[in-house]
């Protein structure tokens, strides 16, 4: 059966340390993965896509690798800071045009 | 990007009874989204609106119960029908970006207890 599986426990981690969420696929031949940070009583934000023919993908002090050989992305934020405590849900095609299946999500507590 | 907005934000409801929710976005997109949050879970896509046509859904959602309307490329409507304990959940709408990215922006949600 197809399975999106992210750190069910939460992850503290100190204020400026660097945090690694996980996300691993099977049964998935996503054209592209991904991620979305969702605060407590809102909607899902889009932070980065990144696509099977990419390796890497940064945006600012984010990073997100995509290993298709693994079927695993890893998602990490640098330089971590109390306000990046949320769940980050890891997300990806369905097939079937634009359809997105979303993980567990992984809670994130950034600690001072 | 897009902007999306949802009424009600929440409700309390009765069993047996209905409610619409409604999604409106600031820029006209072809496919719209309907997902269920159940307490504690992940989203789960319900059905996807895409206007002039009926809407498609995912295995385990019916149209009797979770009829959706997409009248223009701005709006849609999803009915949760004749509710159950069950339904209690955030609901959530989504588009994708007009521009083609695949990214997907969501709505705030709304929050249903049913009684």
């Known amino acids: 059966s197809q399975k999106i599986e992210q750190n069910s426990e939460a992850l503290n981690i100190q204020e400026g340390k660097t945090a690694t969420l996980t996300c691993n696929y099977t049964?998935?031949?996503?054209?592209?993965l991904q991620w979305y940070r969702q605060d407590p009583g809102r909607g899902p934000v889009f932070l980065l896509l990144?696509?099977?023919?990419?390796k890497e993908k940064r945006k600012e002090r984010l990073k997100v690798t995509f290993d298709t050989t693994l079927k695993q992305s890893l998602f990490h934020i640098t330089a971590s800071q109390p306000a990046d405590s949320a769940t980050y849900l890891c997300?990806?095609?369905?097939?079937?045009?634009?359809?997105?299946?979303f993980g567990t999500g992984t809670q994130l507590k950034v600690e001072l | 990007s897009a902007v999306i907005s949802q009424k009600p934000s929440r409700d309390i409801c009765q069993r047996g009874t209905s409610l619409t929710i409604q999604c409106q976005v600031d820029?006209?997109?072809?496919?719209m989204f309907w997902y269920r949050q159940q307490p504690g879970q992940s989203l789960t896509l319900i059905a996807t609106?895409?206007?002039?046509?009926?809407?498609?859904?995912e295995s385990g959602f019916v149209i009797d119960k979770f009829p959706i309307s997409r009248p223009n490329l701005t709006f849609s409507t999803l009915t949760v029908s004749n509710m159950s304990p069950e339904d209690s959940s955030i609901y959530l709408c989504?588009?994708?970006?007009?521009?083609?990215?695949?990214?997907?922006?969501f709505g705030p949600g709304t929050r249903l207890t049913v009684t």
């Open positions: 049964n998935y031949s996503p054209a592209y």
């Open positions: 990144i696509r099977e023919n990419e």
């Open positions: 820029s006209q997109v072809t496919m």
């Open positions: 997300a990806l095609d369905a097939g079937g045009g634009n359809k997105l299946t």
């Open positions: 989504s588009v994708e970006d007009p521009q083609g990215t695949y990214e997907q922006y």
């Open positions: 609106a895409n206007q002039g046509s009926e809407a498609t859904y």
